[in-house]
């Protein structure tokens, strides 16, 4: 089994700035894409972030220029720092990633979440 945990998540002032970490564990030959997802309270999960494994990026055109997301393949962890942060940005954030757990087959996994509340 493989598992995703969330942490660094927590109580921060608007302009404020956290970092999360997901770190993978289990069963694991490598893992492909990870990514960043939040979700607001009454709102649908949304794309955050997302960073191949040889470290291509992409992010939602709200968080362009204050988050930065990032990975160390060796330590089986995904990061993602947030700056600028604004109350717009409160949400539970969740972790993804495609993991190898062999050579032939791709599953995709979800964290359980860490919460992100920006007080203004």
């Known amino acids: 089994q493989v598992q995703l945990v969330e942490s660094g998540g927590g109580l921060v002032q608007a302009g404020g700035s956290l970092r999360l970490s997901c770190v993978a564990s289990?069963?694991?030959?490598?893992?492909?894409?990870m990514g960043w997802y939040r979700q607001a309270p009454g709102k649908q999960r949304e794309l955050v972030a997302t960073?191949?494994?040889?470290?291509?990026?992409n992010y939602a055109d709200s968080v362009k220029g204050r988050f930065t997301i990032s990975r160390d393949n060796a330590k089986r962890t995904g990061y993602l720092q947030m700056n600028s942060l604004k109350p717009d940005d409160t949400a539970v954030y969740y972790c993804?990633?495609?993991?190898?757990?062999?050579?032939?087959?791709?599953?995709?996994?979800w964290g359980r979440g860490t919460q992100v509340t920006v007080s203004s």
């Open positions: 993804n990633a495609d993991v190898r757990p062999t050579t032939w087959e791709t599953v995709n996994y």
């Open positions: 289990g069963s694991i030959l490598s893992i492909n894409a």
């Open positions: 960073i191949t494994r040889a470290g291509t990026t």
